[in-house]
């Protein structure tokens, strides 16, 4: 089926390409007869506006371009794009997504080439897990907002997990059950996370007559989740029972790597040692056996509130941290 052009609107219509133009961008610039003819034509033949081509002639009027630093690509953070593309659809505007790496400097620089070629109005940086990012040249003068990711090039809006605010209510949750012996299995160091669920983990046990917590973290950008149980692994290659009655893990793959430790030394989970997590992995609580409790980041509602921050015109340049809810499994 071919498709009807502007041309055809405007031979059946009998007004020049202008006019039809006008119809389409800036109708009140006709007289309200002239209007009608021109839009009932439009109804009857079909005819949908080629946006390539109003792309090459400027900005896509209403358009977010999402530039996604490995998000499109890591199935716990795809959320975030769906969050944007929800929310730009409810508003009427629309959006496309460009993924990149940040550690192939050819690859972001094709990417921001391909993405100013379709013309934004604004841009969305996503990435796929928390940390400082870069902000390219040529995106600098872009409304321009973040999602899961900060930057120290220049002040713009993020939208952000609270991490302190997520770890301190699981780990409540656990001094509240009882719990006296934990041993903590960080995630990396060096991650921008780490420090705020260490501070809440310390504040929240602070207080707490249970032992002094044993803390171990994986290795920098470390994605050996197998290193990161090591410690665990160590401890129940001892002869001794285990001298933990609770194993909080920094994510749900280190959650995952515990769980089979433990069952298979023939330790009950909750019964004989608790576990409980972070990150609730695209609903990955729920296959555990029993159900981990975790919990959730706030994936799709951080694409939401970037895509609402432009949508609305939102003019701050804050960091906004988003809460992170518990999801209450079986496990503790």
Request: with cysteine; charged share 20%.
């Amino acid at each position: 089926m071919l498709m009807v052009s502007l041309k055809d609107v405007a031979k059946e219509a009998g007004v020049s390409l202008m006019t039809v133009s006008r119809a389409l961008k800036s109708p009140d610039k006709l007289s309200p007869k002239t209007y009608k003819v021109v839009k009932e034509v439009i109804d009857r033949l079909g005819y949908v506006p080629n946006l390539a081509a109003q792309h090459i002639r400027g900005v896509a009027a209403n358009t977010i371009g999402v530039l996604s630093l490995g998000t499109a690509t890591t199935p716990f953070s795809v959320e975030i794009l769906l969050g944007i593309e929800q929310t730009v659809r409810q508003h009427g505007w629309n959006s496309f997504v460009i993924n990149t790496f940040e550690n192939d400097s050819q690859a972001m620089e094709d990417a921001v080439e391909q993405m100013l070629s379709h013309r934004p109005s604004a841009i969305i940086i996503a990435r796929n897990g928390l940390k400082n990012v870069s902000i390219p040249e040529k995106l600098r003068s872009f409304p321009l907002v973040l999602a899961n990711c900060q930057t120290q090039d220049m002040a713009v809006a993020a939208y952000i997990p609270d991490d302190y605010q997520g770890q301190r209510v699981v780990v409540d949750r656990i001094v509240a059950k009882g719990y006296q012996r934990p041993l903590f299995l960080h995630i990396p160091k060096n991650y921008i996370a780490t420090a705020k669920r260490r501070q809440a983990f310390e504040d929240a046990w602070a207080n707490h007559s249970g032992q002094k917590p044993v803390q171990f973290f994986m290795r920098r950008d470390g994605e050996d989740y197998f290193e990161g149980a090591q410690p665990l692994i160590d401890y129940l290659e001892k002869p001794d029972p285990l001298p933990f009655d609770v194993i909080i893990c920094g994510n749900d793959r280190i959650a995952l790597v515990a769980y089979q430790l433990l069952l298979a030394k023939g330790y009950r989970i909750p019964e004989d040692v608790a576990v409980c997590a972070y990150d609730n992995m695209v609903g990955i609580a729920q296959l555990f056996i029993p159900p981990l409790t975790t919990v959730e980041l706030p994936h799709y509602q951080m694409g939401q509130e970037a895509a609402l921050h432009l949508i609305e015109g939102r003019k701050d340049r804050d960091i906004h941290q988003l809460p992170c809810p518990l999801i209450e499994g079986e496990s503790c």
